[in-house]
Each structure stands twice: as structure tokens, then as C-alpha cells.
């Protein structure tokens, strides 16, 4: 095994015993860095020091890294305009926090015969947002359900209060 003393200098390619001796004259631990190495890689550390600056760096790492929800929607196919336009301004308000959205529309009983409905709908919601959004995945109908995800595309949509 390739052995690496506390300072960062390498001994060399050591058998396991020789390496253990040599951690054991120093005071410190050997710890294996790297198993899938050939040869592996051990360094002789402080395993309590070693462990919690690993520790440490685990949970900085945690802290800084930004976790992407996939939020839902759920239509029926007979759905609204009103109750449409709400749940549109919901998928909105997703977008605008960063999430990615799926959106399930689902058949029931003889809507099943008129699959070219969903697909309507689908095309309709999503020319609703414009240039805003970007498909992640084109709607594909699976069993009873057409899904299909989007996310914000950056641009923000303008939206102008005229009155006519």
C-alpha cells in the first residue's frame, strides 16, 4: 500500500505491517484514503482530528448545496378556466422559487377514448407560460395519466394590466 505521512509527504509503496509499525511509533493512526487505488492509498493521521474535519466539510457541503424539489400538479381533463387559471398561478409560484414542475393530467372512465384531449390541454398549458418555461420532458401518456415537466427557463414573462 502507498503510505503518506501526517505532513503530506509520500513514504512510498509499504506493506500493511511496516506501515502499522510506522503509525505506531508516531502516535497517530492509519487510515485507508482511497481502497479502489492501485496500490490503495492509507495515511497516518490523527483519526479524531482526521474524522472531524471530515465531519465538518460534510455538513459545509450540506449547507451550501441547493436541494431542487420536483413539485406536482394534478388536472382533470374537464377542469375549469377559472380553476385552471388557478393552478397555473400555484405552478407559477413553483417556478418562480426554482422548482421543477410535473404536471399529471388525468384521464377518467370514457375520457380515456379521447387521449387527444390531454394532449390539447398539455399544449395549452404550456403555451400559457410562452418563452418562460422550458420542457424538461415532452407529455407522454402513461396508463391513465399524460405527465410531462417543466422548468423555469430564466426569462421573466411581462405581464401588462390593460384594460379594454
Same mark, same amino acid.
Given at each position: ?44 493521521? $490523527? ?7 471530515? &465531519? #465538518?466539510? *460534510?455538513?459545509?457541503?450540506? !449547507?451550501?448545496?441547493? @436541494? +431542487? ?13 377559472? $380553476? ?7 405552478? &407559477? #409560484?413553483? *417556478?418562480?422559487?426554482?422548482? !421543477?414542475?410535473?404536471? @399529471? +393530467? ?59
Amino acid at each position: 500500500m502507498r503510505v503518506i505521512d501526517e505532513d503530506g509527504k509520500q513514504l512510498g509503496i509499504l506493506s500493511r505491517s511496516e506501515a502499522l509499525q510506522l503509525a505506531a511509533e508516531r502516535d497517530l493512526d492509519l487510515v485507508e484514503i482511497s481502497p479502489d487505488a492501485d496500490p490503495p492509498v492509507c495515511k497516518i493521521v $490523527d483519526w479524531g482530528k482526521f474524522n472531524y474535519q471530515r &465531519t #465538518k466539510q *460534510l455538513q459545509k457541503n450540506r !449547507k451550501t448545496a441547493k @436541494t +431542487l424539489e420536483m413539485k406536482q400538479m394534478r388536472f382533470g381533463l374537464k377542469i375549469g378556466e377559472h $380553476d385552471l387559471a388557478i393552478k397555473m398561478g400555484k405552478v &407559477t #409560484k413553483f *417556478l418562480d422559487a426554482g422548482h !421543477k414542475v410535473k404536471i @399529471t +393530467l388525468v384521464y377518467r372512465g370514457r375520457e380515456q377514448a379521447h387521449k387527444e384531449i390531454g394532449f390539447k390541454l398539455a399544449e395549452k398549458v404550456i403555451a400559457s407560460f410562452g418563452d418562460t418555461i422550458a420542457v424538461d420532458q415532452q407529455p407522454s401518456l402513461a396508463g391513465k395519466q399524460l405527465n410531462f415537466v417543466i422548468r423555469s427557463s430564466g426569462a421573466k414573462k411581462e405581464i401588462t394590466n390593460a384594460k379594454t
